[in-house]
């Protein structure tokens, strides 16, 4: 669906169905939605123009409940943490951006975060519209991250990591364990953990699968390089915990730390150093690697 609302600062428009309700008026259904976000908010944007149904027509603070409805209004955040760390651009082509993204940058918008995402940058930097992620890492996690530049090649691009054809590397800095023990493959099963934030493992069939071998030794710490070979959330991470060797600055793992807020000063060390696959349009061999180092 073609949204009625242009990218703005390099943010594209929020959308929302809106459910079969008996709401009279859409301004205090979206002030019981949206609790936080005050209703002179509201009352701005709509005056702005700011709020429109998917046929294009501006909503204001009167306009009828339109039930079963899609809107779009853009989000807006009073005070965004600036992140200090920039993201390089290490190739294009008209169908393909690769990014190598800093630690504490969000991929995509979420949260307390908006314009401090590197989609967003990218999309001010470069002019692109239509450029998506077409996978995501952590906003702790630094290294290579995948954009598609067009919507007509976007499903195929994005295939190869639903399919699992795509090699994925990673690098991690944690406590040694004994040489005896490694290479090894690490399994697992896991699930949703508490708080929501966190996955958990248990028993039962494996659906988790990460490779793990030594770099080098540096002193009582290791540097590994993980292949996952499931894409499981925050798999790295709970692997290595699960092993006793959480990852160097970990705040979830084994254990939520209280929240740090905008401390950058202790980096999860963990790094999406490469990605290799075959193009599907070209059939070349694609290898992007991140510059950055644990």
């Not at 991470?237 to 929240?259: E, K």
Request: hydrophobic share 40%; proline share 9%; aromatic share 8%.
């Amino acid at each position: 669906m073609q949204a009625p609302l242009p990218i703005r600062d390099g943010v594209a428009p929020s959308y929302l169905w809106l459910p079969d309700e008996p709401w009279p008026m859409l301004l205090p259904f979206l002030r019981a939605r949206f609790p936080d976000v005050a209703e002179a908010s509201w009352l701005s944007r709509m005056a702005r123009g700011e709020v429109a149904d998917d046929r294009g027509v501006r909503l204001a603070p009167d306009s009828a409940y339109p039930r079963g409805r899609c809107i779009y209004y853009y989000r807006e955040l009073d005070d965004e943490t600036p992140i200090p760390f920039e993201a390089t651009i290490v190739y294009q082509d008209e169908h393909l951006l690769v990014a190598d993204k800093p630690h504490f940058l969000p991929v995509i918008p979420t949260g307390r975060f908006l314009h401090e995402t590197l989609l967003v940058r990218l999309k001010k930097q470069t002019g692109l519209a239509d450029l998506t992620p077409i996978h995501r890492i952590d906003r702790e996690t630094a290294g290579i991250v995948v954009f598609s530049r067009r919507r007509e090649s976007r499903g195929r691009y994005q295939s190869l990591f639903q399919q699992r054809a795509i090699d994925k590397v990673y690098e991690a800095l944690a406590p040694s364990l004994p040489d005896a023990r490694l290479p090894l493959v690490y399994r697992s099963r896991m699930v949703d953990g508490t708080p929501f934030f966190r996955m958990q493992e248990v028993a039962g069939e494996p659906n988790s699968e990460t490779a793990i071998e030594v770099i080098e030794r540096r002193g009582e710490l290791t540097l590994y390089r993980l292949r996952p070979l499931t894409g499981r959330k925050h798999q790295l991470r709970v692997h290595l915990a699960g092993l006793g060797i959480p990852i160097v600055n970990d705040a979830f793992y084994p254990a939520a730390l209280p929240c740090k807020g905008d401390d950058l000063s202790a980096p999860l060390k963990l790094l999406a150093r490469s990605l290799r696959f075959t193009d599907p349009l070209s059939g070349a061999e694609r290898v992007f690697e991140s510059s950055r180092e644990l």
